[in-house]
C-alpha cells in the first residue's frame, strides 16, 4: 500500500478506530474510579553502623564500612522472617494483622552498596502503612542486639502521618495516555485487517488494479433526486388517456 492507500484506509474506518478509542478509555476510567482500590505507601529508613573502637575514633574505617554493607543483605533477610514479625504482631496487637501478611506487605531495599535501608508498607490506608512500617523497624531494632549480637541498627527516619497521602497505584493522566495509544493502535490494526480481508471491488480502480485492463464506461449510481423528478415528468398513461376530438355525426 501506497501513503494515500493507508490514509483512504483510515479515514474510511475512522468510525471504529474512534469507537474503539472511546470504548478502552471509558472503560480505563470507570475501572480507576470505582473499581481500583487506592494503595498508600510508607517508609521508614535505618542504617547499619557498627560503634568504632575508641582508638579509631573519628577515622573512617573502610573494611568496618564494608562490613556494614554485607550485612544488609543478611538483615534484610532477617527483617521479614518470623522472628520479626511474630514479635511486630505481638508488640502491636492494634495492627490487627497476621505474620504471614505482614511480611506481604513489606518491601526492605538498598540504593547500591549502601548501609541505609529503606524499609516500605504498602496499605489500604495510610495511618495503618505508617503504623506498620514505623513497628516494624522498633522491634527490627530492638531484636538484632539478641540475634546478631551487636547493636548495629539506628533509626534513621520513621514515616509521618502529616506527609501528604498520595495513592502509588493512582495515575489517571498515565492510565488514560496508556490507554490511548494502546487502543488506537488497536483500532488502526483492526482497520487494517479487515480492508485486506475484504476483496469486493469498491471502485474502477480496484477492477483496473485486478484485470490490469482499462475503464472504457462507467455507469453511476442514480440518487432518489433524480429517481423523483423523472417520475414527475414523465408519468406513465393508460389506453384511452390520451387527448382526442370527438365528431359530431
Known amino acids: 500500500m501506497q501513503l494515500k492507500e493507508y490514509i483512504r484506509v483510515i479515514r474510511k474506518r475512522m468510525w471504529l478506530i474512534g469507537s474503539i478509542v472511546l470504548l478502552v478509555c471509558a472503560v480505563v476510567?470507570?475501572?480507576?474510579?470505582?473499581?481500583?482500590?487506592?494503595?498508600?505507601?510508607?517508609?521508614?529508613?535505618?542504617?547499619?553502623?557498627?560503634?568504632?573502637?575508641?582508638?579509631?575514633?573519628?577515622?573512617?574505617?573502610?573494611?568496618?564500612?564494608?562490613?556494614?554493607i554485607a550485612l544488609t543483605n543478611s538483615y534484610k533477610q532477617i527483617m521479614i522472617s518470623?522472628?520479626?514479625?511474630?514479635?511486630?504482631v505481638a508488640s502491636f496487637?492494634?495492627?490487627?494483622?497476621?505474620?504471614?501478611?505482614?511480611?506481604?506487605?513489606?518491601?526492605?531495599?538498598?540504593?547500591g552498596d549502601s548501609q541505609v535501608m529503606d524499609v516500605t508498607v504498602r496499605d489500604l490506608s495510610y495511618t495503618k502503612a505508617v503504623k506498620t512500617v514505623n513497628a516494624v523497624a522498633k522491634v527490627f531494632k530492638r531484636q538484632?542486639?539478641?540475634?546478631?549480637?551487636?547493636d548495629n541498627v539506628t533509626i534513621l527516619s520513621e514515616a509521618s502521618l502529616t506527609d501528604p497521602a498520595i495513592p502509588v497505584n493512582s495515575n489517571p493522566a498515565e492510565q488514560?495516555?496508556?490507554?490511548?495509544?494502546?487502543?488506537?493502535?488497536?483500532?488502526?490494526?483492526?482497520?487494517?485487517?479487515?480492508?485486506?480481508?475484504?476483496?469486493?471491488?469498491?471502485?474502477?480502480?480496484?477492477?483496473?488494479?485486478?484485470?490490469?485492463?482499462?475503464?472504457?464506461?462507467?455507469?453511476?449510481?442514480?440518487?432518489?433526486?433524480?429517481?423523483?423528478?423523472?417520475?414527475?415528468?414523465?408519468?406513465?398513461?393508460?389506453?384511452?388517456e390520451g387527448q382526442y376530438a370527438a365528431i359530431n355525426q
Request: no cysteine; proline share 6%; glycine share 4%.
Open 176 to 240: 488514560m495516555f496508556i490507554a490511548f495509544a494502546i487502543s488506537l493502535l488497536l483500532g488502526i490494526g483492526l482497520a487494517f485487517l479487515l480492508e485486506v480481508l475484504d476483496d469486493t471491488f469498491k471502485n474502477e480502480e480496484d477492477i483496473e488494479k485486478e484485470l490490469g485492463l482499462p475503464t472504457l464506461s462507467l455507469i453511476t449510481k442514480m440518487k432518489k433526486e433524480d429517481k423523483r423528478s423523472d417520475s414527475s415528468t414523465t408519468t406513465p398513461k393508460q389506453v384511452g
Open 82 to 88: 518470623s522472628a520479626i514479625m511474630d514479635q511486630v
Open 93 to 111: 496487637p492494634d495492627l490487627k494483622v497476621t505474620p504471614t501478611v505482614l511480611a506481604q506487605k513489606l518491601r526492605v531495599n538498598t540504593a
Open 144 to 150: 538484632i542486639p539478641s540475634i546478631m549480637k551487636m
Open 29 to 68: 476510567g470507570i475501572k480507576n474510579v470505582y473499581f481500583t482500590p487506592q494503595v498508600y505507601e510508607a517508609t521508614a529508613k535505618l542504617i547499619i553502623n557498627q560503634t568504632p573502637r575508641p582508638d579509631r575514633a573519628g577515622v573512617v574505617d573502610y573494611s568496618v564500612v564494608q562490613t556494614n
